[in-house]
C-alpha cells in the first residue's frame, strides 16, 4: 500500500511538471560573453517519454579575435528525469574538436558518473553542472558536465528578479550557486530557465532566453 501511494504521488509530480511546462517544449538563448560580445546559442528542449521527462541541450559557440577563430565549443546533452531524480545523462562537449564525452545512470541508491575525471558513484540527488529545469537547481552536489567530475556548492534561494526575455519582463526566481560551481540562475514560473550567468577567468558569460 505505501509502495502504490508513493508511486503514485511520483505520477502526480511528473504530471503536474508536464502541464506546467505544456510539454513539448523548446528554448532558444542567446550567448554573451561580458568581453567578446555574443557568442552563438543555446537550444533546449523538455518533453515527456512515458512517465520520465527529457530535457536535451545543443550549444555552439566561438571566440573570434582579429577574424581568426581562438576558441571554439560544441555540446549535446541528454537527460532523463523520474520525478526529481536524474536517472540517466549522456554528453559531449567539444572544445577545439577534443571530445569530452560524460555518462551517468542511476544504479540502486547512487548515481554512476563517468568522464575524464574518472569513475564516481555519487549520491542519488546529483545533477549536472548546466541548468535545466528548477528542481534540478535545488540541492548541494552536481557534476561537470564536461569532465564528470562531483562538485560541492552551496544553493540559495535570492528572491525575485525581473529578467528582460524577448521585449517582455519575466518575474524569475533566482538561485545564487557558491563554492565548486559558481552561478547564477533564474527560472520562470513553469520552472524553466531562463537566464544563467557564470564566470570564466574573471568575465561574465551570460545566457539569456529569447
Not at 554512476?112 to 549536472?128: H, K, M, N, S
Request: with cysteine; aromatic share 8%; hydrophobic share 45%.
Amino acid at each position: 500500500m505505501a509502495l502504490c501511494a508513493a508511486l503514485f504521488a511520483v505520477l502526480l509530480l511528473i504530471a503536474a511538471d508536464a502541464r506546467a511546462l505544456d510539454l513539448p517544449a523548446s528554448y532558444r538563448y542567446r550567448i554573451h560573453h561580458q568581453i567578446f560580445g555574443d557568442l552563438g546559442e543555446h537550444r533546449m528542449t523538455v518533453r515527456r517519454e512515458a512517465d520520465s521527462v527529457v530535457v536535451e541541450h545543443t550549444a555552439e559557440l566561438a571566440v573570434e579575435i582579429l577574424g581568426l577563430t581562438a576558441f571554439h565549443r560544441r555540446t549535446r546533452f541528454r537527460e532523463v528525469w523520474e520525478g526529481d531524480r536524474l536517472v540517466a545523462f549522456d554528453g559531449l562537449v567539444e572544445d577545439n574538436g577534443e571530445r569530452f564525452p560524460v555518462t551517468a545512470r542511476a544504479e540502486r541508491g547512487s548515481l554512476l558518473i563517468e568522464g575524464r575525471a574518472g569513475r564516481t558513484l555519487a549520491p542519488p540527488g546529483t545533477a549536472p553542472s548546466e541548468p535545466s529545469l528548477e528542481h534540478a537547481i535545488r540541492r548541494d552536489r552536481f557534476f561537470d558536465s564536461k569532465t564528470g567530475e562531483l562538485l560541492d556548492a552551496k544553493v540559495t534561494a535570492a528572491g525575485r528578479d525581473p529578467v528582460e526575455v524577448a521585449g517582455a519582463v519575466v518575474d524569475a526566481a533566482k538561485y545564487e550557486v557558491a563554492g565548486e560551481l559558481d552561478q547564477h540562475v533564474w527560472f520562470d514560473a513553469t520552472g524553466a530557465w531562463v537566464q544563467w550567468r557564470l564566470w570564466r577567468q574573471g568575465a561574465a558569460i551570460t545566457l539569456t532566453r529569447e
